[in-house]
């Protein structure tokens, strides 16, 4: 029994090892990758619920990493979190999300654009002038931006202040995966918001009576702050069904597209030949 100890010890030594040098080479890859166009953006589409219209876009980010494919943002955004590497990574998504939003004004489909901004970015004390110059750069109307944050941004008071400033300007904001981490009503009613995302996990039990129940008063809810409500991880046409009836409205899912890095279906104007 103690040699088995002792295999067991190595063996969990050698895992832990691979594991802690496997960290050490997506950080440096994500160093290196920064820079250099390694990481794209891809475009998911929000339709109104009531005319299932495109009115905007998630803009996701992917990492081109050579030698591992198209990396989802699980695997990468922690870590650039961690390491502090998520605020130019963050600056590299906003810029390229506002760009394109730019593009579709100028063409004739002023659509919204919606980008995730963690607690860290707002933290960085050149954010809100980031944000201010994109749009100068760009000329995209302040209110097609929205900014995604979590719950999480509430315990930040410096962050909870930057991002008042910048809804001062127009930029809308949104709470993502709502309901997931600390809500507080007082949280809510302290700081303005324009959006709730409800997250995945509830789109995905509605036939739950509770869940139901909990969708129904986030929807409620976001309409006595006057608020709207977007639903993320609609698969189904009868969870789209689902959400109209109760008033949510907009939804974001694979029924409606995937994230990808072409839009030509969702951003034609109707008027093309
Ligand atoms: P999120 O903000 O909650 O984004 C929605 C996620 O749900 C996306 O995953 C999207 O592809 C996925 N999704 C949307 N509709 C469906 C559906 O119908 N079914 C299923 N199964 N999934 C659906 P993705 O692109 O892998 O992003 C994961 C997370 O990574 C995001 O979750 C967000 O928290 C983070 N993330 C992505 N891009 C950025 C970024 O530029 N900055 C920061 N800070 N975080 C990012
Ligand atoms: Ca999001
Ligand atoms: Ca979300
Ligand atoms: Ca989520």
């Not at 009503?185 to 509770?210: A, G, M, N």
Request: negative net charge; contains cysteine.
């Amino acid at each position: 029994a103690k040699r088995d100890g002792g295999n067991r010890v190595r063996v969990f030594d050698r895992r832990l090892g691979d594991q802690v040098r496997a960290r050490q080479q997506a950080e440096d890859d994500l160093r290196a990758a920064l820079g250099t166009d390694q990481f794209v953006v891809h475009y998911q589409p929000i339709v109104a619920l009531d005319d299932q219209r495109v009115t905007g876009a998630e803009a996701l980010a992917r990492w081109q990493r050579p030698g591992h494919g198209l990396t989802p943002p699980q695997e990468f955004i922690p870590l650039a979190e961690e390491t502090g590497m998520i605020v130019p990574l963050g600056r590299h998504v906003l810029s390229s999300a506002c760009t394109r939003a730019a593009g579709w004004q100028s063409a004739g489909r002023p659509l919204g654009v919606t980008v995730n901004v963690s607690t860290r970015q707002l933290a960085d004390t050149g954010f809100a002038a980031d944000v201010t110059a994109l749009l100068a750069s760009t000329g995209l109307d302040p209110h097609l931006l929205t900014i995604e944050v979590t719950e999480s941004v509430w315990a930040d008071e410096a962050a909870m202040r930057v991002l008042t400033g910048i809804r001062e300007t127009g930029v809308r904001v949104a709470l993502d995966d709502f309901g997931t981490g600390y809500s507080s009503l007082s949280y809510l009613q302290r700081y303005p918001f324009d959006v709730i995302k409800i997250d995945k996990s509830f789109t995905w039990s509605l036939e739950d009576p509770r869940t139901g129940g909990v969708v129904r008063c986030i929807i409620d809810l976001a309409g006595a702050f006057g608020a709207t409500t977007v639903a993320e991880g609609v698969e189904t046409v009868e969870q789209a069904d689902w959400l109209r009836a109760a008033g949510c409205g907009y939804a974001q899912g694979f029924l409606y597209g995937r994230p990808s890095a072409v839009q030509d279906e969702w951003t034609a104007t109707g008027t093309r030949p």
